[in-house]
């Protein structure tokens, strides 16, 4: 999105739309051409769907999705404005910062995989939880430097998106044969908490202003990592039961 944003800068948005278009096409075609995989799906009905969703051990790691996409958004959804407020950015270069944001998100994607095969995914969430909950804490102190907010940005754009990556990973260990169906609400989660960060950010930003945001990301993301820790301690006393 960050790349997007930048992209809408330098050709319009009318062309970024087309490009999206025209690039869901290229992977129809290519999933068509090259998936050969047609067997059928678990099938799925809407007491699947409850059960994932009341389940301690499911529910509990959707919601851990939910409030870290909410926390990242509580301040990103009003970014260019904040970056303008908070360190004099010019509105014209706001567009660098967007392009640094996403090619520090991208790092933080290529770096998730290799953390979690090394550390685990659980260690790389709660580094990536810890990492976003400091980073929006010195957003609050910081003062109007350039570099240093460019900085604390890839910062905070890489220990946000290394999230995903072991997040998926444990859905995919704990879901068993429901594994699609548990994927499928991960993926709702994340669009319910850009919302739900969406209306945040708007709410503190006529309430208390621009710099109140990375305070009501840090709070959702201490958030985050109860529901995260309440999340391990479940998977943990499911684990025992079963071999009970």
């Known amino acids: 999105s960050s790349d997007l944003a930048w992209a809408g800068n330098i050709i319009g948005w009318r062309a970024v739309m087309i490009l999206i278009a025209g690039l869901a096409m290229v992977a129809l075609i ?28 499911s529910g509990l790691t959707v919601l851990t999705t939910l409030l870290q996409m909410a926390a990242m958004l509580s301040t990103y959804a009003l970014i260019a404005p904040y970056m303008v407020h908070k360190f004099d950015v010019a509105p014209d270069d706001v567009f660098i910062l967007l392009f640094v944001y996403g090619g520090c998100g991208i790092l933080g994607n290529i770096i998730a995989g290799r953390l979690s095969d090394r550390m685990g995914p ?6 990536g ?13 910081i003062g109007p430097s350039m ?9 905070w754009s890489v220990t946000g998106m290394i ?19 548990l994927l ?8 319910l908490g ?7 950010s708007r709410q503190a930003s006529v309430e208390w202003g621009y710099e109140s945001l ?15 820790f309440a999340s391990q301690k479940s998977l943990k006393k499911a684990s025992v039961s079963t071999e009970d």
């Open 147 to 155: 570099v240093i907010g460019l900085a604390v940005l890839c910062v």
């Open 194 to 200: 850009m919302s739900f960060g969406s209306w945040m």
């Open 30 to 57: 290519v999933v068509l051409v090259f998936v050969r995989d047609r067997s059928a799906g678990t099938q799925v009905s809407f007491g699947h769907l409850f059960s994932a969703i009341t389940q301690k051990k």
């Open 122 to 127: 659980d260690k790389v969430i709660w580094l």
């Open 184 to 191: 499928a609400l991960n993926a709702s989660a994340l669009y």
């Open 129 to 141: 939880l810890a990492g976003s909950i400091l980073t929006f804490l010195i957003l609050l102190v």
């Open 214 to 228: 990375p305070a009501f990301s840090a709070a959702l993301m201490v958030l985050c990592a109860l529901v995260f």
């Open 163 to 181: 999230f995903h990556t072991p997040q998926q990973q444990r859905i995919v260990a704990i879901a068993g044969e429901q594994r699609s169906l």
